[in-house]
């Protein structure tokens, strides 16, 4: 009734409110579509500019040096040619991760590619047919060849 003094009529909000609520849905908002744009998996087909690493010189020495020992158990016979393309598998591989940080030693040959590291890739492919073939086929020369190539030339 208006003219009882028992009664009060409904109060207003307060402008804050508003701003409030309004401010926790666009940050709830953005937060979400952060998520889903952080998380989503690389585009094919993206140009990702090739990493340039360089490796010291002595990093280099020092890798070249091991694979001079696996040739030189290789020509005295000590090491069959497969043995001596694991090594250099695991040299290569070392030697990558050294420069670059790039856990190489633990990669797959799709991982390695996926790395943007070409010459490294193409080498330990090389190195596969030797490395996991029963009577494959064992370019040892060859091997050292790229390993060589792997090391010597990097920049």
Not at 8 to 24: C, K, M
Not at 90 to 99: K, P
């Given at each position: 009734?208006?003219?009882?003094p028992?009664?009060?009529?409904?109060?207003?909000?307060?402008?804050?409110?508003?701003?409030?609520?309004?401010?926790?849905?666009?940050?709830?908002?953005?937060?979400?579509a952060?998520?889903?744009?952080?998380?989503r998996?690389?585009?094919?087909?993206?140009d990702?500019p090739?990493?340039?690493?360089h490796?010291?010189?002595?990093?280099?020495?020092?890798?070249?040096a091991?694979?001079?020992?696996?040739?030189?158990?290789?020509?005295?016979?000590e090491?069959?040619?497969r043995?001596?393309?694991?090594?250099?598998s695991?040299?290569?591989?070392?030697?990558?991760?050294?420069?670059t940080?790039?856990?190489?030693?633990?990669?797959?040959?799709?991982?390695?590619?996926?790395?943007?590291?070409?010459?490294?890739?193409e080498?330990?492919?090389?190195?596969?047919p030797a490395?996991?073939?029963?009577?494959?086929a064992?370019?040892?020369?060859?091997?050292?060849?790229?390993?060589?190539?792997?090391?010597g030339?990097?920049?």
């Open positions: 009734m208006p003219g009882d028992q009664f009060y009529g409904p109060l207003g909000y307060s402008g804050f409110w508003l701003f409030l609520g309004l401010a926790l849905a666009v940050a709830a908002l953005g937060w979400v952060y998520s889903v744009w952080s998380t998996p690389p585009q094919p087909g993206r990702v090739v990493p340039r690493f490796a010291p010189a002595g990093l280099r020495h020092e890798y070249l091991k694979i001079d020992e696996v040739a030189a158990l290789l020509d005295a016979r090491i069959s040619p043995t001596a393309t694991q090594e250099l695991r040299i290569v591989r070392g030697f990558v991760q050294e420069a940080g790039v856990r190489a030693s633990k990669m797959t040959l799709d991982e390695l590619r996926s790395q943007r590291v070409p010459a490294v890739a080498a330990i492919e090389r190195f596969y490395e996991f073939s029963a009577a494959g064992h370019d040892a020369d060859g091997a050292l060849t790229d390993a060589r190539t792997v090391v030339t990097w920049t």
